[in-house]
């Protein structure tokens, strides 16, 4: 099994920046890739990014490319998304997951995001 803890969400003006930490524990050694997936209300979750566990490719959506920059510290099973220039449309529950294999296995209890205008 593997835990993820997020932690880093909270309320900034519209421009402001934040970054959110992941911590995985247990069976991390199994990990393929972590990611970072949100959801606002009445939307569907969606993904934002994703870094490979042992060679740091990282894949963005369209939506936060040039904004948002994930990066992991192996050494600290940990995680981050810094996310610079918010707009109101970040605003969501941003959760953390981790993949061993083709699809993202486990996930983290989520973490508010709010960008006010």
């Known amino acids: 099994q593997v835990q993820l803890v997020e932690s880093g969400g909270g309320v900034v003006q519209a421009g402001g920046s934040l970054r959110l930490s992941c911590a995985a524990s247990?069976?991390?050694?199994?990990?393929?890739?972590m990611g970072w997936f949100r959801q606002a209300p009445g939307k569907e979750r969606e993904f934002v990014a994703q870094?490979?566990?042992?060679?740091?490719?990282?894949d963005y959506a369209d939506s936060v490319k040039g904004r948002f920059t994930i990066s992991r510290d192996n050494r600290k099973n940990t995680v981050y998304l810094q996310m610079n220039n918010l707009l109101p449309e970040d605003t969501s529950i941003y959760y953390c997951?981790?993949?061993?294999?083709?699809?993202?296995?486990?996930w983290g209890q989520g973490t508010q995001v709010t960008a006010s205008s």
């Open positions: 870094i490979t566990w042992s060679t740091a490719n990282t």
């Open positions: 997951s981790l993949r061993t294999g083709p699809r993202y296995d486990y």
């Open positions: 247990g069976r991390t050694f199994s990990a393929y890739a």
